[in-house]
């Protein structure tokens, strides 16, 4: 038997003192200090006056922010009605033991995830070109009538980036589906087919009660994700800085990204960046309470 | 403190505490390091072709300065921003020199007018006698309230590159041409459904209205434009809502003879190759890029001025547009506007820009030399140098400000809509949708005094 020495009192915080350092240093002073620069206009740190509440009541009747609330509301319901449905579809065919291949066509799925937000950017804005892209060109071809130069970039703006962002996450989303779907007990379900339930009753009573858990999370995660929406619309719409046409692509965090390093307002962007933690720490308080049951039996 | 050392030998592993150690020495070790002293003068700039130029002339001028000799630093776009203005906001290392180019260039000016980064030249360009050396209307972009704050690379005007097989072959006299209203109307027979399937696959005109430098070309051709030079937003201007509204029917409604394809990516570049564009505006640095950028429309390609908007008004415009600074950082602010001078008066530096890049000077003392005259086989011939040079007086001034962007926002929110109204109305002619371009720019304009009306420090100057 080894004898051992007691850890002097101090021990437990010389081995925090890195992380509180770093903590400190790069996560608690910004956040103050984003909070106090919401109070002020900025030009840069050193030039600096206190105005109020004047950033945040300005927000109230900015057209361009209520914009960017508007689209960013429309796309993060958009995902969440789209992308957790399409992803669950897309487990239940993987999950099926008779299908051959599966392990490919969950790389094929999965394999956007990869490559990143700007990449598909990238891509789509090729693909959804007006008289050059793939898009357009096929359609063209196989269908006469179609018009080679079919604005899906100008013209739909919601569903382009939709559309981008589907083709971005639905693979993530599916795999932590996926992952759910076999853990689902078999004899449950063996016993709901015995006691002559058919799929869709299989699939009501047993299943979806017992991923339900996985899909609260990865429905939060989609919330929260598409609240922060920037890079897709920054590529897709590069020629407008992420606006698109109109506003219609302009997202909460691009008018941030705008009003502070475009046009050099620190204070104004900081009271956007708080106005949308609010909404934030609302929707996971939300998410919180919906869930509190499942928590309280877990 | 005894104790304290000795409790975290007692707490360690001999191994834990070596690793510590040696960590904490380096840390230590690095942190005495003497910095390396910059020596010289330093220019940050974004462009490769103008960091070649400046250095190969580096040897000169460290032969004059022995003891400050040039160092010149090539850095990407957005990192040459963010450094710049780290700078002057929290006083990070700067260069005594930075190249800019005019969408990094608004922010700089965001704050109070002595708290700019760089150094004022106004009275500088003066005391050496050099205030009417250059174009006015090229200091424009790089002037705020009054004050210049650097030196133009390049005039930069428009001119209309077209298709001159395509015209020629259609039998059309561009001679002919004084305005818009003769263009399209000499030009229509270019607008054509090439393949039988009803939709449009050649246009007389192509432009990117998404693009935001494209309305700027054709708003302060027409004498609107963003702001005034004291910064004042004219957005809903007489001059803008008559061209707005003339945008909007030519790009949209039953009239449209407009086409619409990004000439800076590879698509519209093959676009201009197969013919779907006829004729795009084109600034002296574009026109250099056409011969790099589209090798099989040699022989192929004429310029011409820009049709007017009415009889006997401009035919040029400006798009883009780079600048020197001397930065208030400089610790040799008069060497650095030494090296500005050498670099952007220098009659070689004006040759070698053009042969590199076909931007041409606002040095007004370059504007006879010979090479302009040289004719281009790529041009079909023409002395390309000398038309753009011709255009340059012509040039319409670009006011800067901190809320260009926004300005330049609002308005193509405003020819989008405007696109969408006349699409839903039908209308044709301008006059037809020159209430509702009222309208909308009324909104825009007010929109964007309530921006600068909240920023404390410029509204000093907007009444």
């Known amino acids: 038997m080894s004898s051992r020495r007691p850890h002097p009192a101090w021990a437990p915080w010389l081995f925090l003192a890195p992380f509180l350092l770093f903590f400190a240093a790069f996560g608690a002073w910004p ?25 945040f009541r300005f927000l109230l009747h900015d057209p361009l922010f209520w ?9 993060t319901i958009g995902t969440l009605v789209v992308q957790v449905p399409v992803a669950l579809a897309l487990a239940l065919l993987l999950n099926r033991p008779d299908l051959r291949g599966r392990a490919l066509f969950r790389l094929i799925f999965f394999s956007p995830t990869i490559v990143g937000s700007i990449f598909v950017g990238v891509i789509f804005s090729l693909l959804l070109e007006k008289r050059s892209g793939l898009v357009n060109t096929v359609l063209h071809a196989a269908f006469h009538s179609w018009n080679p130069d079919f604005p899906w970039v100008d013209g739909f703006v919601m569903p382009s980036l939709l559309i981008a962002s589907l083709w971005l996450s639905v693979g993530f989303n599916m795999s932590y589906l996926l992952a759910a779907l076999q853990n689902v007990p078999g004899d449950q379900l063996d016993a709901a087919a015995i006691d002559g339930a058919n799929a869709w009753q299989r699939f009501r009573h047993v299943t979806l009660p017992a991923i339900q858990p996985v899909i609260g999370i990865l429905v939060l995660l989609t919330v929260v994700g598409a609240l922060q929406l920037f890079d897709l619309p920054f590529i897709l719409y590069a020629d407008s800085f992420g606006n698109g046409p109109n506003n219609a692509a302009l997202s909460i965090v691009t008018y941030l990204y705008q009003t502070g390093f475009r046009s050099g307002d620190l204070g104004y962007a900081s009271a956007i960046g708080w106005i949308l933690t609010i909404i934030l720490v609302l929707i996971a308080l939300g998410y919180r309470w919906l869930t509190r049951e499942e928590d ?3 | 403190m005894k104790s304290f050392f000795a409790g975290i030998v007692r707490t360690l592993s001999p191994g834990i505490s070596l690793v510590l150690g040696l960590g904490i020495i380096s840390a230590v070790i690095v942190a005495l390091l003497p910095l390396q002293p910059r020596g010289g003068i330093e220019i940050w700039l974004g462009d490769g072709n103008h960091a070649n130029l400046y250095r190969a002339l580096a040897p000169e001028w460290n032969r004059r300065h022995p003891d400050l000799p040039l160092t010149v630093s090539l850095i990407s776009g957005p990192a040459l921003q963010s450094r710049m203005l780290s700078g002057f906001y929290s006083g990070t290392p700067l260069p005594d020199l930075i190249e800019v180019e005019r969408g ?10 002595q708290d700019v980064g760089f150094v004022d030249l106004t009275d500088l360009l003066a005391r050496d006698g050099l205030a009417h050396e250059m174009d006015s209307a ?8 009054g004050r210049i704050f650097g030196l133009p690379r390049g005039a930069h005007p428009v001119m209309l590159a077209y298709r001159s097989d395509l015209v020629e072959a259609a039998g059309i006299d561009v001679k002919q041409i004084e ?22 696959d050649r246009y007389p005109l192509t432009i990117s209205l998404t693009n935001a430098s494209f309305s700027e070309i054709f708003l302060i051709q027409g004498g609107g434009g963003y702001f005034d030079g004291m910064g004042n937003p004219l957005l809903n201007s007489d001059a803008n809502v008559r061209i707005v509204a003339r945008l909007a029917t030519w790009y949209a409604g039953p009239g449209r003879v407009i086409g ?19 004729a795009i505006p084109s600034a002296d640095w574009y026109v250099g890029n056409l011969p790099v950028t589209l090798p099989s429309l040699a022989g192929k390609i004429k310029l011409m001025p820009l049709p007017a908007w009415e009889r006997g008004g401009r035919r040029t415009s400006a798009n883009g547009g780079t600048m020197i600074g001397v930065t208030k950082a400089s610790k040799h602010p008069e060497i650095a506007w030494e090296l500005a001078k050498f670099l952007y008066f220098s009659p ?19 504007w006879g030399a010979s090479y302009y005259d040289r004719p281009e086989p790529y041009f079909c011939g023409q002395p390309v140098g000398r038309l753009l040079q011709q255009a340059i007086p012509d040039i319409p001034p670009r006011p800067s400000s901190p809320y260009l962007s926004s300005a330049v926002q609002l308005v193509n929110s405003v020819i989008t809509q405007l696109m969408a109204i006349t699409d839903r109305q039908g209308y044709v002619r301008p006059e037809q949708a020159a209430g509702d371009a009222r309208r909308l720019l009324d909104e825009a304009q007010h929109t964007l005094l309530d921006q600068i009306h909240r920023n404390v420090f410029q509204a000093q100057a907007i009444p």
């Open chain 2, 104 to 113: 990094q260039i608004g922010q700089v000016f965001a704050g109070p007018l």
């Open chain 2, 138 to 145: 090229s200091y424009s972009p790089w002037t705020s309230r």
């Open chain 2, 179 to 200: 305005t818009w209203d003769d263009y399209f109307r000499l030009m229509r027979p270019l607008l054509q459904d090439l393949d039988g399937d009803g939709y449009i």
């Open chain 2, 348 to 366: 070689v530096i004006a040759r070698q820009l053009y042969d590199l890049t076909h931007i041409v000077s606002p040095v007004k003392s370059t």
């Open chain 1, 67 to 75: 914009a960017a609330v508007r689209n960013t509301a429309v796309f």
């Open chain 2, 260 to 278: 619409d394809i990004n000439m800076y990516t590879g698509a519209g570049l093959r676009l201009l190759r197969e013919g779907y564009a006829v």
């Open chain 1, 296 to 298: 309280a039996a877990a």
């Open chain 1, 31 to 55: 956040l103050v200090r984003s909070f106090m620069l919401a109070f002020e206009q900025t030009f840069g740190p050193r030039t600096t006056v206190y105005v109020g509440t004047l950033n």
